[in-house]
């Protein structure tokens, strides 16, 4: 599967919450830090455009540093929820919280006509965090409560890739979160060792 870009944003996970829960991404060194994709509050506003939870020339200038820390809050939580889940069973405090965040309200849309007589999707008002949180955790909720969908969630089988992904291949064999990522990078290793190999 292709990994669909916005930036250095990556949208391949299959699903809106796995996404969100990709933008922290595994250290790049072995017991290095992990590399923050949500550093800054554009970079939230990015990544709700490239999720397409915001239509495109929204007006997301209330995003700021708390929208950020909330959206950093859910992501920990879907990664606790999701990783717990793929193993065995999440703490049943975590997904009450997942449940209170997606009570709320998701943003409505509507279908605007464009001057070309195109429909776009833009929204009925500003979205609000709060809107736009929980549209993320319904996302979640449908996951899990999805047993198709739930079969198919996949742990990246990459070196030290920690990212879940919804594996929606022929045959259900996909193996990494994202084939010109962690897939290249194994291919990469798989060629040195055997350079090494026939070197000695």
Known sequence: MAAMVFGDLRFDAGRVCLDLAATLLPPRVPGGEPVERLDTPQRLRDWL???GLAPAGCPLRAADDRWLDRFRLLRDLLRRVVGAELTGRAADRDIDALNALAAAAPPAVRAVRTEDGGLV???AAVPDCAGLLSAVARDAVDLLTDATARGQLRQCAGD???LVYLDTS?????RWCSSEVCGNRERVARHRRRAVAARN
């Open 170 to 174: 022929r045959g259900r064999r996909r």
């Open 121 to 123: 999707r833009r929204f």
């Open 160 to 162: 030290s890739c920690s």
């Open 49 to 51: 455009t490239g999720a």
